[in-house]
């Protein structure tokens, strides 16, 4: 594709000739296209003469006039050039044109009146006087000019050499190049592709449905994070590596609420990725996406910048705190590697800006690209490769928003999370909740919505005390609850019934 450059239209022609059916246009100086006005033109505050001096001022008058150095006047007021001495038509032309009479003698200065001590006094009262109208004169001109009542004072900022930033980021302020990353961490990052079979009430039957992605080696032996909604579902899954080598490849365990998957393939001797560290990120530090684009760009690298280090963001329904950056992310990126500038792996790509509105219109934001923090992937993927699930904190209960859109379903006036099902044994039913309590608060955080109180059990481990404050019957409580282990359908109903459209309503 190219692109035309307008700035030079017309102007690159060499014979100034305009296209078919336009004019001509007016003409201009050679080599310059456009004026600069204001830095290369004349500008008559930068050329006005304002050092006029009697050895240097020229006159009016024409200058091929011969011209004569002042002297004395004659003894009928002439000047020794023959002009008048009173403004005759010759004219000095040494200085601004009007001719000089000469000085007068010095006259001897009349005798003043008084002694010493008189004039002591005198000049003692002229500097109290001149000290005073000085200052009330200053004051008044400040006062004219707007510098006293709604004075402004700006206090700028000196540029500092020495200055440096307080956090240098994931690579302690060195990068290396480009190239250098590139060929570090492309043997590392790997191609997938998917096969699922998809059922259907039509006549068409059963489909095989393909599917692409990218992943991360992270071990010798072969295990390969990626994304969970990358291999969901997927009965027959492919690794192709860097040197277009080709697996297949084990699901060891997938957690959708991570978005994270483990795939293990049979093989030794893999480069894997350096792991960094997320909690160490910057804003502005560089950042490398490296994946598949498309499901056939397989190894594309693009660069960019980390433009936010925990945004939180809404994933198909699922609330998650993500690295943000603008480096170019495309479909079937997902699962593929987010490196620093040491080439070192801080994120796995999992989502970019991607919506289209009710009618169908795309709201596509470019450089809008997030991966999910290493430190978190890699705890994920350790429990998956452990337990074959993810160990997560749980109250035990089952919440639900009342807004004003169901408050008069549930019965009640006042707005929030409130408690729905409570499990049997769990650390809620073990502290005393109950059905009904609306939830206000988690260890002095206040909780809105169901996503407040998920969002800070993440931050917690199985074993941990959490205080919920709570209301039931217009009291406020403060109830200590043990952390439980969720199981993968505690984990789901966890966040409760928000998507559902109809509730029942168990507290009557």
């Not at 007021?77 to 000469?102: I, K, R």
């Not at 000085?103 to 002229?126: D, Q």
């Not at 807004?403 to 549930?410: K, S, V």
């Amino acid at each position: 594709m190219s692109e035309y450059d307008y700035s030079g239209l017309y102007n690159r022609d060499p014979q100034n000739t305009p296209p078919a059916g336009g004019t001509t246009p007016p003409a201009q100086n050679a080599g310059e296209a456009y004026p600069n006005v204001g830095s290369s033109g004349m500008n008559t505050a930068n050329t006005a003469r304002t050092d006029f001096t009697a050895d240097t001022a020229q006159n009016t008058a024409d200058s091929s006039q011969p011209q004569t150095p002042y002297a004395a006047p004659g003894a009928n007021g002439d000047y020794a050039d023959g002009s008048g001495g009173n403004g005759g038509s010759g004219g000095y032309t040494g200085g601004y044109g009007a001719p000089q009479t000469p000085p007068e003698p010095p006259r001897a200065p009349k005798k003043k009146r008084g002694g010493p001590i008189a004039l002591r006094v005198l000049a003692g009262v002229g500097v109290l006087v001149l000290g005073f109208g000085g200052g009330m004169l200053g004051t008044v001109a400040a006062s004219r000019a707007g510098l006293i009542g709604g004075q402004v004072v700006v206090q700028q900022v000196q540029r500092d050499d020495t200055a440096v930033a307080s956090n240098q980021g994931s690579t302690g302020g060195s990068d290396l190049s480009l190239t250098a990353i590139s060929a570090k961490v492309q043997p590392s990052v790997v191609a997938i592709t998917t096969e699922q079979m998809v059922s259907t009430n039509s006549w068409f039957g059963n489909y095989v449905q393909s599917g692409a992605g990218s992943g991360v080696i992270f071990s010798e032996d072969g295990y390969i994070l990626t994304c969970a909604h990358v291999v969901s579902g997927a009965s027959n899954i492919k690794v192709q590596l860097y040197d277009d080598t080709e697996y297949t490849a084990t699901l060891v365990g997938e957690d959708s609420t991570s978005d994270i998957a483990v795939l293990k393939i049979d093989a030794t001797g893999l480069t894997p990725a350096t792991i960094g560290d997320s909690d160490a990120l910057a804003v502005g530090e560089l950042a490398v996406a490296v994946g598949n684009p498309l499901g056939t760009l397989s190894g594309t690298v693009t660069d960019g910048i980390i433009s936010a280090v925990s945004r939180s963001v809404e994933v198909e329904s699922n609330e998650m705190n993500l690295i943000q950056t603008n480096a170019a992310i495309s479909p079937g990126n997902s699962g593929g590697g987010l490196f620093n500038g040491q080439g070192e792996l801080i994120g796995i790509v999992n989502a970019k800006s991607g919506s289209t509105t009710s009618t169908g219109e795309a709201t596509n934001a470019e450089g809008l690209g997030f991966a999910i923090p290493i430190n978190t992937a890699m705890n994920i993927a350790t429990d998956l490769i452990e337990n074959g699930y993810v160990k997560r904190p749980a109250l035990g209960i089952t919440v639900v928003t009342v807004t004003a859109d169901n408050a008069m379903q549930f019965g009640v006036s006042t707005y929030g999370v409130y408690i729905y099902q409570i499990s049997s044994g769990s650390g809620a039913d073990n502290a005393g909740l109950q059905v009904g309590d609306r939830i206000v608060a988690v260890d002095s955080n206040s909780v809105n919505q169901s996503s407040d109180l998920t969002s800070y059990l993440q931050e917690k481990a199985v074993g941990d005390t959490v205080q919920l404050q709570i209301e039931r019957d217009g009291k406020m409580a403060t109830y200590d609850v043990v952390l439980g282990e969720s199981s993968a359908a505690a984990q789901s109903s966890e966040s409760a019934q928000d998507s559902q459209n109809s509730y029942t309503n168990p507290w009557g």
